[in-house]
């Protein structure tokens, strides 16, 4: 058994048990999700965080490539009470530094006491106390990344379900889960998925039915060009949008968005919709959320907190969910989101005919 350490922005330094070895830093996060963890550690919006998982056990059922959400794991370091070997043995190879045997309890309630901070964290035969400060101070040195939908979107365009016979949905892929693409094909949608960056010339030439902006990471003030495309068609295109794509979609509509004490992260989030009062549980995974919708309607609110859920406007063909009704891994309460998106195609096309 070698050691770790974890320094923490509150100045306290943890001792734990190296997994996977290695120096990192990030800001330190909590999921409450119980399963899905290849799931949540392949899930791209978490680039350049440290996951810390509040569930005691983290491996209990292996690890399947099947059930990964994107190519690479994304996190820059993990923490949990216990990994399995299995787990541990993954993120070695991965290059990702791990941590365990430490009382996860106590810093998840510093989190949602304090709010997410920032940590280092040094595993391995040579760790020690200081390197693990020397990784915290470094990351309090580093300014918020602005270009990180470069990490963690596709370079050049990929079309997926060339052959389908349904609308075809044009998704800005700003750190896309892949079961966000499976399940638009599912419906037999054809997929294009552009880069985050991608251009107005981009979408025309892609000529889409629905502009679909994804989830990502941080700060939604980041995907400016994403922004200027929702500009530029709304009203034209339908819009839809998943998680970092809802606050995106509110912002370039005259809405605002603002940084969270300590986000949304896990499985069991309750939602209610204000035309229903249905109240159904969600995925989710973010540390933004709307502030102020501009111009369109909250129709969905998180019933612990009453941040928006769901934001729609008939008017403009927009309809956007914070939380990620793809659902992997969660409850498929929401599923029925996708048919929602696609029928706003279906509306353009009888639309257009008349």
């Known amino acids: ?137 470094q990351c309090k040195g580093m300014s918020e990344h602005t270009d990180i939908g470069s990490q963690v979107s596709v370079a050049e365009q990929e079309t997926h379900n060339a052959d389908g016979t349904g609308p075809r949905v044009t998704l800005v892929d700003c750190g896309a889960k892949g079961s966000i693409v499976s399940s638009l094909v599912e419906r037999d949608a054809v997929v294009d998925v552009l880069p985050y960056d991608a251009t107005v010339a981009d979408v025309r030439h892609a000529d889409p039915d629905v502009l679909f902006i994804s989830n990502g990471p941080g700060d939604p003030e980041n995907f400016e060009q994403a922004r200027a495309l929702v500009e530029e068609f709304v009203g034209n295109v339908p819009l839809a949008g998943i998680c970092l794509g809802q606050q995106v979609i509110a912002g370039a509509l005259g809405g605002d968005t603002e940084k969270m004490a300590f986000g949304h992260r896990g499985v069991n989030q309750p939602v209610r919709d204000l035309r229903t009062d249905k109240v159904v549980m969600t995925t989710q995974n973010h540390g933004y959320t709307v502030s102020d919708p501009g111009d369109l309607e909250v129709t969905q609110v998180n019933v612990n907190d009453d941040t928006p859920e769901g934001l729609e406007s008939e008017e403009l063909e927009v309809i956007t969910r914070q939380y990620h009704p793809e659902a992997n891994p969660g409850p498929h309460d929401s599923l029925g989101f996708f048919d929602d998106v696609l029928a706003l195609a279906d509306e353009r096309v009888v639309n257009t005919a008349d």
């Open 1 to 137: 058994m070698t050691g770790a350490y974890v320094a923490l922005e509150d100045g306290r330094v943890v001792e734990a048990r190296a997994r996977a070895p290695g120096r990192s830093r990030g800001e330190l996060v909590f999921t409450t999700a119980y399963t899905g963890y290849e799931e949540s550690l392949t899930d791209p919006s978490y680039e350049e965080q440290v996951l810390t998982f509040s569930y005691p056990l983290i491996g209990n059922y292996g690890v399947r490539e099947e059930r990964f959400e994107s190519d690479r794991v994304h996190p820059r370091a993990v923490v949990a009470r216990e990994l399995t070997d299995d787990v541990a043995e993954w993120l070695t190879e991965e290059g990702v530094p791990a941590v365990d045997h430490l009382d996860t309890r106590d810093l998840v309630v510093g989190i949602r006491e304090e709010g997410a901070m920032k940590c280092g964290i040094a595993a391995g035969p040579d760790a020690t106390p200081e390197a693990a400060k020397e990784e915290l101070a």
